[in-house]
Each structure stands twice: as C-alpha cells, then as structure tokens.
C-alpha cells in the first residue's frame, strides 16, 4: 500500500499581501513521481519551495514521515532541488560536479572515503548515461548531458525526495521528449520520490503517477494523468489539459444530458434534475457521419492539416467545436456527428464555467501566437547584430 511521506496541511502563502497559495492540501506518497502541473505564475515553484525548506508557509503545516518540519532548514531535509538553470561549476569536470556533495563535511554522519565516493559517482553515470564522461569538462557538453550531470549531483547523496522545478525548459523538443523517459526510468530505478515542476500538460501526463492540477494558489484536482484527462474536474482542468470543446447542458436524468437543445445519452449519474452542467467532448470523440444520421449537423469552417489527422472546425448554429478526424472534410462540407455515451463528460458549475472550451476564436489565437513569434525574432536578429 502506498505510503504517505510529506504532506502540506492548510498551507497559504502571501507575497506583498498577494495570495500566491490559498489553503493548499498535498499528500505525497513514498515513491511516487508527483507533478505539480499549471501556468505560469499558479504557484507551482513556491510550492516546491515549501516543501524544499527554502520558504515558510505563512499558515499551515509542512509534515515528513508525519513530523512537522516547518522549522527545519533545507540541508538538513531529506530533499535536494534540480534547477532549470543547472548551476554546474564550470571549472570541474563531470566527475568533480557529481562528488562535490559527497565530499563535503556531512553533520553527524562520517566522511566517505575515495573509493567510495568514486564508485558512487560511477554508479551515478551509469543511471544518467553519461558513462565515460567522467574527465570531461562540463562547458563540453550539451544541453542534454549538462542537466544529467546537475540530476547525477542532487542523485548521488541518495535523497528521499528530489524536486525538480521546470528541468527541461532549456532543452529542445526532441531532447525534452527523451528526457522525459529518462527521468522517468531513472525515478523508478532508484525508487527515490520525484515532485516535479512543469507547466507542459503533455510532459505532466507522459511522466507523471499522480498530477497535482493548480491555478490561481488553488489545487483544482489531484489524480492519475487517465483521471485527470477523462474525469476534469472543471472546466479550467478540462481546458488546460488537451483540447476540449466546453458547452452548456442541462441534465435531464442520470445517464441523458441536453445539449443544443438535443438529447444526449452520458455516463454520468448523481445530478440534480434539470441541473444546469458544463460538458467537455474532447475533439477525437466525435464521429463523423452523414447529415441525415447525425445527432447534430454543422459546417465546416476551418481545416488543419495536423499529419496523423485533421483539426477542422465546425459551426453548430454559431458555436464552434474543434473535431480531430482522419478523413479529409473540405471547407464548406456539411456533416452529421455522433457522440457516444463514453464520450460525454459532465462536469459541475464552477467559477470557470464560460470562460473556455471555445473555438470561435481558434485560427485567430492562431495568427495571434505567429504573429508574436515573428516580432520575437526580429528582435532576436537585431540583438544578434549589434
Ligand atoms: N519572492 C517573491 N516575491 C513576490 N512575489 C513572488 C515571489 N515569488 C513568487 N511570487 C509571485 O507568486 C506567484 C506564484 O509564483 P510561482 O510560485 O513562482 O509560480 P509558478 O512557479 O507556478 O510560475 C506569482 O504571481 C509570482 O509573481
Ligand atoms: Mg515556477
């Protein structure tokens, strides 16, 4: 049975008389690889910062082992910090970066000796594949390499837990991808706790046992990545993670929901009668049909090609939904879709309830986002020059 090893009780945080973390309840649990997953500025870093020992909650209880460590400084937790910036000192090789914790003087516990600080460095190498890079210099090395050997440092003093804030920021797509599994094996082989920091959804859901969802200093859900996408509790959660189309519907009985006027059939149960509701239909749970078998019809005002499929956009009577679909619908195309029960996920009124799920604007954001892009570069370019 999974073991609880840190929990925060109650804990708020206010900067300036800003509420950055409002009331917050965590419990992690031993082993685990737990993501702390929400845009920027959510309060996911001041988090990982309570629980590192490098702030103090204003209110609340940080537990470990069920111990209250408030008070307790963050050299003497059973935790170390990875940091986006890898903070490597450049004038050590990888060997020297990786034994610097272990050489120095360790309270209460005896010096090791070389050899045994050597053969724990080489077992460090070997967990991030860095195996023969021992001698080299660490400004050598690639982006990718550099964050392994800043991972093999805060690995190689055996920690309970290892935070990790944003590590693979600087790196590049494919580099993240791999990364990622990296990460990932590496937790499992040496079953130490990760409590991982990133505002990518996709990264959070590939890595992650249990995802802690934050917006605004609140948690808005805590789950398995499948319970978070499948379940949203709410129709910021439902948003932020993947792509969801978000509409008004009214819950006529357990299992049949009204949407646009239509009846839909839903697995959902345990709402009130004629309850107002928010219901996500994720975009590759729609099908295509033809106008007549539809249980709705539009028409389809915008196409992406996506290369495994398309992103069209399709006008029910002025609403906008996004459908990802292998087959090919023209610009123009009238067509029918079906949802299955499956499909439907109801979702209670929140404070987030008509602020997402909308494609209307959607190949605007489009031009929006390459737009700022451009000017972007050109500033870059002209930097460059100067
Ligand atoms: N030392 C600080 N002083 C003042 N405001 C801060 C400080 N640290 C964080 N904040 C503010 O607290 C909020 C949460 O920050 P943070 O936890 O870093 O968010 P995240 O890591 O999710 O991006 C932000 O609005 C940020 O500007
Ligand atoms: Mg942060």
């Excluded at 409002?22 to 629980?51: A, H, M, Q, V």
């Excluded at 986006?84 to 050590?92: E, G, I, V």
């Amino acid at each position: 049975m999974a073991k609880e090893l840190i929990r925060l009780s109650k804990c708020s945080m206010a900067f300036d008389g800003d509420v950055v973390l409002d009331n917050i309840d965590l419990c992690i649990n031993d082993k685990e690889f737990l993501t702390l997953l929400g845009p920027s500025g959510c309060g996911k870093t001041t988090t990982l910062r309570i629980i590192g020992g490098f702030l103090k909650p204003a209110s609340g209880d940080v537990l470990f082992d069920g111990v209250r460590i408030n008070d307790v400084p963050p050299h003497k937790r059973a935790v170390n910090t990875v940091f986006q910036k890898y903070a490597l000192f450049t004038h050590l090789n990888v060997f020297e970066n990786i034994a610097f914790g272990l050489r120095l003087a360790r309270p209460g516990g005896k010096k090791l000796s070389k050899d045994e600080i050597a053969s724990r460095v080489m077992e460090m190498l070997e967990v991030v594949s860095l195996k023969g890079f021992e001698k080299r210099d660490v400004s050598s090395l690639s982006g990718g390499q550099q964050q392994r050997v800043a991972i093999a440092r805060a690995l190689v003093n055996r920690p309970k837990v290892l935070l990790l804030d944003e590590p693979l920021g600087a790196l590049d797509m494919r580099l993240r991808k791999d990364m990622q599994n990296e990460l990932k094996q590496m937790q499992q082989a040496t079953g130490i706790t990760f409590i991982y920091v990133t505002h990518d959804q996709e990264e959070a859901l590939a890595m992650s046992d249990t995802v802690v969802v934050m917006e605004n200093g609140v948690i808005q859900q805590i789950g398995t990545p499948e319970d978070i996408y499948n379940e949203p509790e709410n129709a910021f959660v439902a948003d932020f993670i993947g792509e969801s189309n978000i509409v008004d519907g009214i819950m006529l009985d357990d299992g049949l929901v009204e949407i646009f006027g239509r009846k839909f059939k839903c697995l959902d149960k345990g709402f009130k009668p004629s309850e107002p509701v928010d219901v996500v239909i994720r975009p590759e749970d729609i099908d295509i049909v033809s106008p007549e078998k539809g249980q709705l019809t539009g028409k389809v005002i915008s196409v992406t090609f996506r290369g495994l499929m398309y992103d069209i956009i399709v006008d029910f009577n002025g609403f906008k939904w996004l459908i990802q679909t292998t087959d090919l619908s023209p610009i123009g195309t009238t067509l029918g879709i079906k949802i299955d029960p499956d499909g439907i996920h109801i979702m209670s009124k929140s404070q987030f309830s008509g602020m997402y799920g909308d494609y209307s604007s959607y190949s605007a954001e489009y031009d929006e986002i390459s737009d700022v892009d451009y000017e972007v570069e050109i500033e870059d370019a002209e930097g460059a020059r100067e």
